[in-house]
């Protein structure tokens, strides 16, 4: 199985290969790589599609220790460098967007262009933070129930025929799996005044009935990043790219086939 030794953990990805521009896409929050299989079978064999588990989540092997998405960033950079990917288009849905903003900002020579999917540079406000608490703390207690993961499935993906995959994916493991990269996500800071700094082109693509990262976020995303044309509003809620594929699909490859060579 393909894995990459890196930063002291042991990072699983799945590479499409061949000669095409490389596009590296990290997941969102309770999913893993293959939330982005529609991408890879649009993208791939035009462009070299690399999907990745993030720590904490899908078959990666991590330390367990508290981490930040400045890590999470790393390990997208380590991960280049271990597949000899010196350039990318770096992307990802949700928290892999937060991470992808960071590898922007750490390695920005690294980065030909963003691809931003349901993201945002923000942190939700104290009300929000204070519901997804009480959801952790009875994740935390009584395990990933039946009412509970049902009900974050409809926020993140709301389809009847993806929800039930993912929900029985989180209730196959620990309950405790959550603890650090919950942490992580919450303990995440305000991108937003750092966004100035990136100066490559972006793509940012939202759903319009996104409900856990609201549009109005997206649209101050793609604002505050000098490279960006706008928000490209698709339907579908948070995970839009693995709902709603084909709009999400048309804009990203008519946004790669605008990069040029």
Known sequence: ??????NDQRIYFEDSGGDGPPVILGHGFLMDHEMFAPQVAALAPTYRVITWDERGFGQTEYDGKPFSYWDSAEDCLALLAHLGVERAVVGGMSQGGFLSLRVALIAPEKVR?????DTE??????ET???EDAMAEVWFTAGPVDDLVNAVANLIIADEA??????????ARD??????PFACLHGREDLTARLGEITCPALVVHGTEDNAITMDKGEALAAGLAGCAGVVKVGGAHAANLTNPVPVNEAILAFLAGLGS
């Open 1 to 6: 199985m393909p894995y990459a030794e890196v």
């Open 113 to 117: 262009a963003l691809i931003l999917l």
């Open 162 to 171: 993806e929800n039930p995959r993912w929900t029985a994916k989180w209730q």
């Open 175 to 180: 309950k405790d799996f959550l603890r650090q």
């Open 129 to 131: 933070i204070a519901g």
């Open 121 to 126: 540079a923000g942190v939700p406000d104290a």
